[in-house]
């Protein structure tokens, strides 16, 4: 499996930008996909995932203003971010989870939110 993230960029605080995320090669094995993010000086954190049925989690401090969403046909995953925040600052790394539990990640796009 092969993860291809796109979307970042600048935006000033309180906008939106959407991430995407396309999935190539053996995607018949994947099972969950989402986001993770890091921030200078940071640990990589889970931003949101679903699952292939459609099962989603988000962190608290993205919940009502981010939403993932996939579309199994097109092996693509997308995370649409509403009111960004300065916080939001960060490296976003799609990645996909096999059902076996190898987790493949893509390479990052940088998101910036000018306050």
């Known amino acids: 499996v092969q993860l291809q993230a796109s979307g970042g960029g600048l935006v000033q605080a309180g906008g939106s930008l959407r991430l995407s995320c396309a999935a190539s090669?053996?995607?018949?094995?994947?099972?969950?996909m989402g986001w993770y993010r890091q921030a200078p000086g940071k640990q990589r954190e889970l931003v949101a995932a679903i699952t292939s049925g459609g099962s989603t989690r988000y962190a608290d401090s993205v919940k009502g203003r981010f939403t993932i969403s996939r579309d199994n046909a097109k092996n693509m995953v997308y995370l649409q971010m509403n009111r960004l925040k300065p916080e939001d600052t960060s490296v976003y790394y799609c990645?996909?989870?096999?059902?076996?539990?190898?987790?493949?990640w893509g390479q990052g796009t940088l998101v910036t939110v000018s306050s």
């Open positions: 090669g053996s995607i018949f094995s994947i099972n969950a």
């Open positions: 990645y996909a989870q096999t059902v076996v539990g190898v987790v493949i």
